[in-house]
């Protein structure tokens, strides 16, 4: 067996990428096929690919992606978005992940990008590099029949409008765009993303049926303000429908639309279930419908990790709950977040500076990144151990200034037939 040290990390070249390719499927359990490479070199125009080669044999991949984050108060910060993280099984335990993740921190830091985020298949692998759970979300399972909303009578649809793929790709980014602009732990959707999620991309499209769309019309400018992406299937029990709903993407920016776009999912006929995927746990989604014990929660998780490599470029972007100030003794083992800063924040603004004066908290730099968004809270983080209070009322203090009115919310399509097998 090779001496880990002798495995090369570097970056990945047109040459690397079939097995680049094969190696990641492994990974992920997603079998090779003809259209496997170009669905990664469609999307991958302006990536980071690594790969870790034993010889010239690929036995890790990476990815990193330029990506736009919006941080609470509505600025968007560029981040790097990891993905596509494997060693393989034969290579597994040997600190392949280690040196990947270091050697794509570092590239991140030194472009000048202030924050790293990844949705991290397990839970234990990213709190080791500074990486700290920033939003969560809730998997809704609907019964139908339990919902109370009679199609005939108080199911309130008005506005909603089924269209095909070309109409919905005309006015669905705009929608998401107005929602990114105000909904913290929102990323990006580039236009690859929503031919990908639309079953429009030539490449894969058979692995990927297209789906079901709608759109939520405001009756006062005539504008979509929502979007609803699903599809169904068919499913019939002793004469009875039975058929399972899978909404893939439901984005609104008025709660008239949520409510108008989650009732027309679940009033479509033949179905008995409808599955509702990624939403904040906050979500009011349930509350649109007659009885929101109907919506059951089947999954609760954490769900985007995040990273601050740059202080005080991070904690001066983003705004806070109250007008306050507060000295952190930042630590991260990896030095890039590492240091004493003082911040002055409020609900208009921030700023963040180096200080030599004694500090209220010392926190570690996966719980700063934890805090960041809103979604956790310094007193819980400071009982796990990780953040120490060093002068009395600073949690409190912090509490009131990083936690926000709304969760955040980092919204995701599912893509593909993995969702309709049951996941997760
Ligand atoms: C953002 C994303 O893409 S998430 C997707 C992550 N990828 C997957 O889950 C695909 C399947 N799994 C894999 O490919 C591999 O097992 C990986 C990538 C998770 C781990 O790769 P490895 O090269 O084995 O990790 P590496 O040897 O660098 O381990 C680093 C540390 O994490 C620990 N670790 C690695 N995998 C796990 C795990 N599954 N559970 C708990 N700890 C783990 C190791 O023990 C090690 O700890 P240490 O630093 O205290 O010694």
């Known amino acids: 067996m090779t001496d880990s040290a002798v495995i090369d990390i570097r970056a990945v070249t047109e040459d690397d990428l079939p097995a680049w390719t094969r190696t990641w499927g492994n990974g992920y359990l997603r079998p090779y096929t003809e259209h496997s490479v170009d669905a990664i070199r469609a999307t991958a125009r302006q990536d980071r690919l690594i790969g870790a080669f034993d010889m010239d044999r690929c036995v890790g991949t990476y990815r990193s992606t330029p990506q736009e984050l919006t941080v609470p108060g509505g600025a968007v910060l560029p981040v790097s978005a990891v ?23 570092r590239g991140a830091f030194e472009r000048g990008e202030p924050l790293a985020v990844l949705d991290a298949a397990q839970y ?66 580039d236009e690859q993303w929503w031919l990908d999620a639309t079953g429009q991309r030539p490449e894969g499209a058979a692995e990927r049926p297209e789906p079901f769309f709608a759109l939520h019309i405001d009756p006062d400018t005539g504008e979509a303000d929502g979007l609803l992406c699903f599809s169904a299937e068919e499913t019939w029990g002793s004469m009875l429908p039975r058929s399972p709903l899978w909404i893939r993407d439901l984005v609104a920016v008025s709660s008239r639309a949520e409510a108008a776009l989650l009732r027309y999912a679940v009033t479509v006929d033949w179905v008995a279930t409808v599955h509702l995927p990624y939403r904040a746990p906050d979500t009011l989604l349930p509350l649109w419908l007659g009885d929101p014990r109907a919506a059951r929660v089947s999954a609760l998780s954490d769900y985007m990790w995040l990273r601050v490599l740059d202080t005080p470029r991070a904690l001066s972007a983003r705004t806070y709950g109250v007008e306050g100030g507060l000295v952190l003794e930042v630590t991260d083992a990896a030095g890039y977040a590492a240091g004493r800063w003082s911040l002055q924040g409020g609900p208009d603004g921030a700023s963040c500076v180096r200080t030599g004066r004694a500090p209220d908290l010392r926190i570690d730099v996966r719980d700063l990144s934890a805090l960041y968004l809103g979604d956790d809270s310094a007193t819980r983080l400071a009982a796990l151990g990780g953040t120490e209070e060093l002068r009395p009322g600073a949690l409190a203090r912090a509490d009131a200034m990083f936690r926000t009115g709304r969760r955040p919310w980092s919204p995701r399509a599912v893509l593909g037939r993995r969702y309709q097998a049951g996941a997760p």
């Open 83 to 105: 993905s596509k993280v494997s060693v393989a099984g034969t290579h597994r335990r040997r600190g392949l992940l280690s040196r990947m993740v270091a050697t794509d921190l």
């Open 124 to 189: 234990p692998l990213y709190g080791r590099y500074g990486f700290g759970p920033a939003t969560a979300m809730a998997w809704f399972e609907i019964d139908v029949h339990r919902a109370r909303l009679d199609p005939g009578r108080t199911a309130d649809v008005s506005g909603v409008l089924q269209v095909d793929a070309r109409e919905y790709l005309k006015a669905a980014p705009a929608v998401y765009e107005r929602l990114r602009a105000v909904q913290h732990g929102a990323l990006r959707r």
